[in-house]
């Protein structure tokens, strides 16, 4: 940053989707400030609408909270809203100007009049019953009818309600009964003027709209569904509460079929939506689960489960003897006259024709750029590509056209989850880079000064939430009841206590009574406790020592008894005196962090990681085994986007190399580990030389994998049989036999998607059309045939696929089943594979056989062995959250990018890499780190040093230490510790408690439920 420039800690991050979500956590965890700007009523995007992630079938997205930290354990669902100190949510909002240069920008913000205020907005619902208006939802029941002011998230955070200005009568029901004045009919819209130092766009995508493909009778047919609406009638928050809808006949479909890339692959959008064959298969498994006795029929051109994982998945949805899978763009679907049944019909792969019925039809439809896209752009100055997607440059792929603005997830272009995170996460590093790096980052803030741990003396505030809850139970006895209760000292009543006036009300309170233990009984401790915890800190008071009681949600609402409510309501509240009155200031050692990271591997992936964190002004500790770095990247020429191989590698290692904050160890090794994050004891041990002993704050496994290696179609025995890598070499030193060659054949899938290696390579299509061009090229005459299972280019390589058959390369699709043969003849190669259409064997006479080999994962001893890290069934580490937490194992500080994560590309590669010094430039921005608030620990004179707790400890928190000659103890590590309390429940000696739990709380409270 230039010194004309003025610093500035804040970042704008457009959109709210799980790509907006990563990169604003990333960068409110480095410690700066963070607005994200959502055009809807709710955070949340497509991710919102879905019910469970594969491969682990369930929700996930709460995995991309913080790991460290006080507030880590204090979040909730991230379907509900985003709680962070550093974080300031704006709805219902559009960027309308972005002025200023990178570091300095100045943003213009309309925010669309909402009508409700969500500063005042209780979430009561008491003015949903008054509205008249009825806005009925849609055939399909996946939107729900409701009222013209309306909750736009059943579970949204803050519980504010919304109103639909197009169908809103504006007769002003809902403004005579809100209890707090939230609701302002002639309120105009507002504009708001931020200063950020940089900007991310992740407004995502929108779904494909069926209607314009009316082939597909979308439009026509109730039984012909998106699979976006199939996963709002899976979801048990959806309109049908987990059931699918009436349109499906009275009797259960007895078959179903799914039709893919609708919308993608076709005339006007010649790129691939990349999500849709996974989260398709995913509905499949879940429909198999609704109806076991219905039989599915899959249509697919081709079938991309390429991620990590994807291809094991697949092949168990394939072995499933009610799926099957049909190769085959359908053209068009049918009703049948008179009855809801529909038609297909459909050649296959041999020619034959065929017509089938169905009950029910899931259109696998693609993603599109949204249709804020163009306005977007012309607001910020960037620029969009030929669909409308933003235009994203640079190795990681976040850069825009305009320096300091920088883009990620489906924004960009077509992408699943896990490349969305990972290049969110990049796009944060990017935007850290024009802030102020010397803004103090979040941590633990207890308040001091009052006594603690003197006697309890207990205040109880209670609110009658507008009078609403003084309907369901009888609170004035209530309130009469607590005030009798032990060593509570005040009982007071609010109307609104998460609105500003009443909050001082409590501050008062606290500081008159001398309180020092405060219980509130109220709403979902979901809704305020931030608010809550913040007013008694601001008081003075450790907010650990707040209790609340929810008497709305778990009583008021619930119970039509008011007299069991009201006994219900005292016993809440004695449960929570007793925990108040119980608990324990918080407590915990915060460690000093080092600011030091070790990157394990200097192939692409490490090379970048470690530039990235030198970038962030942390020095780096560069470890790689064998004499040079560089790793794969030394073999790879070009890719399939252009990028100059040898160009990236150079550029890397002249920054690398040249950097004052990087170390670099050539043959070299990582002998032991010890410690946790924020302070790991490494061991180096360099060849001919002594073990270095060296502190880090956080490590990073980027030690790559070794290629496969086949004896396959000759291979190794007939010099005319070479890999792709050996074809992109000679291509590129201009080899002269090339452009006397009249056919060359290349056989995909070569030791990979096999018994032995069940995933795909994922760049081994990609690398094969990037040289079939090429050779095309150099040689115009050549003929080319690819033969392979699946083409797997996803996204915009799409387009290159449809490059190459446009030049007359051939795709000849085979099967595992019958591979193709190689005979070597003395001036050619003889390859035979089954030609499917003609149904009979065609023999090419080829000058050149290349085989796309893949990926063979190389994991060194240490890190599967002495740090525990687990290995997924094919051999990669094995991160936390395959969706949301990428790059992160269970033992926080190690991060994990690059080949040794999963077969990969370049690009992702290094994207991902970018990602990994974001979340460890997290970890290293902090002074200090402070424990969980709920961390475990072991009383030293009961333990007896058994060590059953250390087996049940995922995060490798707790060690034995010697204590003398005779005897050993347990000892957890704060700042490692979860606080998931298992070690709690295995310890025999009830010498370990989880503070927070304590065991006399908790046995009290208990007391107190059951008197």
């Known amino acids: 940053?230039?010194?004309?420039?003025?610093?500035?800690?804040?970042?704008?991050?457009?959109?709210?989707?799980?790509?907006?979500?990563?990169?604003?956590?990333?960068?409110?965890?480095?410690?700066?400030?963070?607005?994200?700007?959502?055009?809807?009523?709710?955070?949340?995007?497509?991710?919102?609408?879905?019910?469970?992630?594969?491969?682990?079938?369930?929700?996930?997205?709460?995995?991309?909270?913080?790991?460290?930290?006080?507030?880590?354990?204090?979040?909730?669902?991230?379907?509900?809203?985003?709680?962070?100190?550093?974080?300031?949510?704006?709805?219902?909002?559009?960027?309308?100007?972005?002025?200023?240069?990178?570091?300095?920008?100045?943003?213009?913000l309309r925010q669309k009049n909402p009508f409700v205020s969500p500063q005042d907005c209780i979430g009561c619902g008491l003015c949903v019953p008054v509205c008249p208006v009825d806005v009925p939802g849609d055939s399909r029941q996946t939107i729900p009818s409701r009222k013209a002011i309306f909750l736009p998230h059943p579970l949204s955070v803050p519980l504010t309600y919304t109103i639909d200005s197009e169908t809103c009568t504006r007769c002003g029901a809902c403004v005579e009964i809100c209890p707090t004045r939230a609701i302002d009919l002639n309120r105009g819209d507002r504009v708001r003027q931020l200063q950020v130092g940089s900007v991310i766009l992740a407004s995502g995508f929108q779904?494909?709209?069926?209607?314009?493909?009316?082939?597909?009778?979308?439009?026509?047919?109730?039984?012909?569904?998106?699979?976006?609406?199939?996963?709002?009638?899976?979801?048990?928050?959806?309109?049908?509460?987990?059931?699918?809808?009436?349109?499906?006949?009275?009797?259960?479909?007895?078959?179903?079929?799914?039709?893919?890339?609708?919308?993608?692959?076709?005339?006007?959008?010649?790129?691939?939506?990349?999500?849709?064959?996974?989260?398709?298969?995913?509905?499949?498994?879940?429909?198999?689960?609704?109806?076991?006795?219905?039989?599915l029929d899959f249509f697919y051109m081709d079938l991309r489960a390429c991620g990590k994982g994807y291809h094991r998945y697949y092949q168990r949805i394939q072995n499933d003897p009610g799926v099957h899978f049909i190769r085959c763009r359908v053209p068009s679907v049918e009703g049948e006259p008179g009855g809801p049944d529909l038609r297909i019909r459909y050649e296959t792969e041999g020619g034959e024709l065929i017509s089938d019925e169905y009950q029910l039809i899931v259109l696998s439809i693609g993603q599109v750029a949204p249709a804020q896209a163009k306005q977007l752009a012309e607001s910020l100055g960037i620029q969009l590509d030929r669909y409308g997607f933003c235009r994203g440059d640079g190795l990681s792929g976040v850069r825009t056209s305009r320096k300091g603005i920088y883009v990620c997830g489906s924004f960009s272009g077509p992408r699943d989850i896990p490349e969305s995170v990972n290049q969110a996460s990049a796009a944060a590093l990017m935007a850290a880079t024009h802030l102020d790096r010397h803004q103090a980052p979040v941590g633990s803030s207890s308040a001091e000064g009052k006594a603690e741990n003197a006697p309890a003396k207990i205040g109880i505030f209670f609110c009658t939430c507008a009078k609403q809850l003084e309907e369901g139970f009888r609170l004035e006895e209530v309130l009469e009841y607590a005030g009798g209760l032990p060593h509570v000292i005040l009982t007071q009543k609010l109307d609104t206590l998460c609105l500003p006036a009443d909050l001082a009300q409590v501050k008062k309170a606290v500081r008159e009574k001398a309180l020092?233990?405060?219980?509130?009984?109220?709403?979902?401790?979901?809704?305020?406790?931030?608010?809550?915890?913040?007013?008694?800190?601001?008081?003075?008071?450790?907010?650990?020592?707040?209790?609340?009681?929810?008497?709305?949600?778990?009583?008021?609402?619930?119970?039509?008894?008011?007299?069991?409510?009201?006994?219900?309501?005292?016993?809440?509240?004695?449960?929570?005196?007793?925990?108040?009155?119980?608990?324990?200031?918080?407590?915990?050692?915060?460690?000093?962090?080092?600011?030091?990271?070790?990157?394990?591997?200097?192939?692409?992936?490490?090379?970048?990681?470690?530039?990235?964190?030198?970038?962030?002004?942390?020095?780096?500790?560069?470890?790689?085994?064998?004499?040079?770095?560089?790793?794969?990247?030394?073999?790879?020429?070009?890719?399939?986007?252009?990028?100059?191989?040898?160009?990236?590698?150079?550029d890397m290692l002249h920054k690398v190399e040249s950097s004052d904050k990087i170390r670099i160890y050539t043959e070299t090794q990582v002998v032991r580990v010890s410690g946790g994050m924020g302070h790991f004891?490494?061991?180096?041990?360099?060849?001919?030389?002594?073990?270095?002993?060296?502190?880090?704050?956080?490590?990073?496994?980027?030690?790559?994998?070794g290629e496969v290696q086949t004896q396959e179609y000759l291979a190794g025995q007939d010099e005319?049989?070479?890999?792709?890598?050996?074809?992109?070499?000679?291509?590129?030193?201009?080899?002269?036999?090339?452009?006397?060659?009249?056919?060359?054949?290349?056989?995909?899938?070569?030791?990979?998607?096999?018994?032995?290696?069940?995933?795909c390579s994922k760049f081994c299509c990609s690398k094969a059309i990037e040289n079939s061009l090429k050779l095309k090229e150099v040689n115009p005459q050549v003929q080319i045939f690819v033969l392979y299972r699946d083409i797997m280019t996803y996204g915009f390589k799409e387009e290159y696929y449809l490059e190459a058959r446009q030049k007359g390369v051939n795709f000849l699709h085979y099967d595992l089943q019958s591979k193709p043969s190689v005979s070597s003849l003395d001036d050619k190669l003889e390859v035979v594979v089954a030609d499917q259409l003609l149904d009979k064997d065609l023999s090419i006479s080829a000058d050149l056989l290349v085989l796309s080999t893949g990926i063979d994962p190389e994991i060194p001893q240490l890190f599967w062995e002495q740090l525990h890290l687990p290995r997924t069934a094919d051999g990669f580490l094995q991160e936390m959250n395959v969706k949301f937490q990428p790059v992160e194992f269970a033992r926080p500080g190690i991060f994990l990018c690059g080949l040794?994560?999963?077969?990969?590309?370049?690009?992702?590669?290094?994207?991902?890499?970018?990602?990994?010094?974001?979340?460890?430039?997290?970890?290293?921005?902090?002074?200090?780190?402070?424990?969980?608030?709920?961390?475990?620990?072991?009383?030293?004179?009961?333990?007896?040093?058994?060590?059953?707790?250390?087996?049940?400890c995922e995060y490798e928190a707790i060690q034995l230490l010697r204590v003398d000659s005779d005897s050993q103890r347990a000892h957890i590590n704060e700042n490692l510790c979860r606080g998931c309390g298992c070690c709690v429940v295995a310890c025999p000696c009830g010498a370990i408690e989880q503070t927070g739990y304590w065991r006399d709380q908790t046995l009290a409270t208990i007391r107190a439920a059951l008197s």
Not at 227 to 236: G, P, V
Not at 729 to 757: E, F, T
Not at 923 to 940: G, H, I, M, Y
């Open 207 to 295: 779904e494909f709209d069926p209607a314009l493909l009316s082939a597909y009778g979308h439009s026509r047919y109730p039984n012909v569904i998106t699979s976006i609406e199939l996963e709002r009638m899976f979801s048990a928050l959806g309109p049908t509460g987990g059931q699918l809808g009436s349109f499906v006949a009275e009797k259960p479909p007895g078959r179903i079929a799914f039709i893919q890339c609708v919308g993608s692959r076709d005339e006007d959008r010649e790129y691939c939506s990349s999500a849709c064959c996974m989260y398709a298969l995913k509905e499949a498994a879940q429909l198999r689960d609704f109806y076991p006795q219905a039989k």
């Open 720 to 759: 005319r049989v070479i890999d792709q890598k050996e074809l992109a070499r000679r291509l590129a030193a201009g080899d002269p036999s090339i452009s006397d060659m009249k056919a060359v054949v290349m056989i995909q899938c070569v030791g990979s998607r096999d018994d032995q290696r069940l995933y």
């Open 681 to 705: 004891h490494v061991q180096l041990k360099s060849k001919g030389s002594t073990p270095l002993s060296a502190e880090h704050g956080v490590i990073v496994v980027a030690t790559g994998a």
């Open 516 to 650: 020092n233990r405060i219980v509130v009984a109220a709403c979902s401790p979901t809704l305020f406790s931030n608010l809550f915890e913040n007013t008694v800190q601001e008081a003075g008071l450790d907010p650990a020592l707040l209790e609340q009681a929810n008497l709305r949600e778990q009583l008021s609402w619930i119970h039509s008894d008011k007299e069991r409510a009201t006994e219900k309501a005292k016993v809440l509240v004695r449960m929570a005196v007793e925990r108040a009155r119980w608990q324990r200031p918080r407590a915990g050692h915060a460690d000093q962090v080092v600011p030091r990271a070790l990157v394990v591997g200097g192939g692409a992936a490490g090379l970048s990681c470690s530039w990235a964190i030198a970038q962030r002004g942390f020095e780096v500790d560069l470890v790689e085994k064998e004499s040079r770095t560089g790793g794969h990247l030394r073999h790879i020429h070009r890719t399939l986007e252009g990028l100059d191989g040898q160009k990236v590698l150079a």
């Open 900 to 952: 040794a994560h999963s077969a990969k590309p370049l690009v992702e590669s290094i994207t991902q890499a970018h990602g990994v010094a974001s979340r460890a430039a997290a970890v290293l921005s902090k002074e200090r780190l402070s424990p969980v608030r709920n961390f475990s620990r072991v009383d030293e004179e009961t333990c007896d040093g058994c060590g059953i707790c250390i087996s049940t």
């Open 1 to 108: 940053m230039s010194g004309a420039q003025r610093e500035n800690d804040a970042a704008l991050v457009v959109g709210s989707g799980v790509a907006g979500l990563r990169a604003a956590l990333d960068l409110a965890d480095a410690g700066f400030q963070v607005y994200i700007v959502e055009s809807g009523a709710a955070v949340g995007g497509t991710i919102s609408q879905l019910d469970k992630q594969f491969p682990t079938d369930d929700c996930g997205l709460c995995k991309m909270l913080p790991a460290c930290g006080p507030q880590a354990p204090d979040q909730f669902c991230l379907r509900r809203g985003i709680r962070h100190p550093r974080v300031e949510l704006i709805l219902n909002a559009q960027v309308e100007k972005v002025d200023g240069t990178a570091g300095d920008f100045q943003v213009s």
